[in-house]
């Protein structure tokens, strides 16, 4: 009998802007080799034969507060909800999702899988962001993990975690399954035309960021770093869609204060395409990720697959992806006890970010071998095919455990 997985989502190509929607976009493509694959996701009608529904916006909701932005996304669960009749299990994948997957459990008695992207407790700076909305998420995301028939942990950090913040949980019913990447798309390039078009010298070693402005991806703590980094080093910020517009001023006013004390300074603060992305990935001597939460880190997993060696905060699920000595840097992190879980010494957690990626720009050839090392990494560990094994499998595991139960 074929099985008939309905994939709930926030994020699906072409609207994909964090690692969830990477994940999923992958992940189904993966599955179609497995079993009856079926996205459901937000936003407008797609032309993908995986997508068999898209939910869109809700002009009773429309407004500027940032509780209703919540509203909408609860409003379009229950248009996925909907729409997934005939489906076998219900797959869904962050707080957007999660109650989708939770209703359609108790309308078709069908079992709910989540996949943990991260953890609503453990990102209190959405607060600033979302308003009254944060309850809203945190509210989804706890009935959806709470029912769920299996929750998949993207690393064992994460699982660590939901045990923590969801401690009513049977340990039972959590799996690890790591998240994955496509090495033939995030495969080194050496073309240098994205570079020279925002003028970035090739010549000149480079510490690369990419993602969001968020008070999660740390990258104010970048660029307290920057000060102390070599002055050949550029520094490359792929960063934009701020939190908050007071975090983007933030950032913006650093940058400009940063730039008064240094040159090869590069802001690209745009959703660049993802062939420019692999070629500065490709390019860097080093990938920095200066995050303070990160239950997985896949932007990791793809500097890997372009080698670029690695400095990445020792958080989450991060050391489960960078090596120590091998594919990077692990630089030690310690929260302090302000409401966002910031660095207890902001300073030393700066200087210790610069002292790892000077490492690498004082050593051009070790860090070239630790790229190497990397993509190894990532070929033998990350690849789709084997994560979509382990995903069906569990499909048919908590499908079978319904039929015992009855």
Known sequence: MTLHAALITREYPPAVYGGAGVHVEHLARALADHVNVQVHCFGEPRDDPLVAGAHGTWEALAGDAPHLAALRHLATDLSIVAGLEGADVAHSHTWYANLAGHLAALVYDIPHVVTTHSLEPLRPWKREQLGGGYALSSFAE????????????????????????????????????????????????????????????????????????????????????????????????????????????????????????????????????????????????????????????????????????????????????VVEGETGHLVGFHPGDDPFGSPADPEAFAHRLADACNDLVRDPERARMMGQAGRARVLEHFSWPAIAGQTAGLYRSVIEGRSVAR
Request: charged share 25%; aromatic share 4%; with cysteine.
């Open 142 to 321: 706890r009935t959806g993990i709470e029912g769920a028939d299996a929750v998949i942990a993207v690393s064992a950090g994460m699982r660590d975690d939901v045990l923590r913040c969801y401690p009513d949980i049977d340990p039972e019913k959590l799996t690890v399954i790591h998240n994955g990447i496509d090495p033939d798309v995030y495969t080194p390039d050496r073309r240098t035309d994205a570079l020279e078009r925002f003028g970035i010298d090739t010549d000149r070693p480079s510490i690369v960021f990419v993602g969001r402005i968020t008070r999660q991806k740390g990258v104010t703590h970048l660029l307290d770093a920057a000060a102390d980094l070599d002055r050949e080093a550029q520094l490359i910020l792929c960063a934009g869609a701020p939190d908050t517009p007071e975090l983007g001023r933030e950032v913006s006013d650093a940058v400009a204060a940063l730039r008064e004390q240094r040159d090869g300074v590069f802001w690209i603060d745009e959703m660049l395409p993802r062939p420019d992305i692999v070629q500065l990935l490709s390019h860097a001597t080093a990938f920095a990720c200066p995050s303070i939460y990160e239950p997985f880190g896949l932007v990791n997993v793809e500097a890997m697959a372009c080698e670029a060696a690695v400095v990445a905060s020792s958080v989450g699920g991060i050391p489960e992806v």
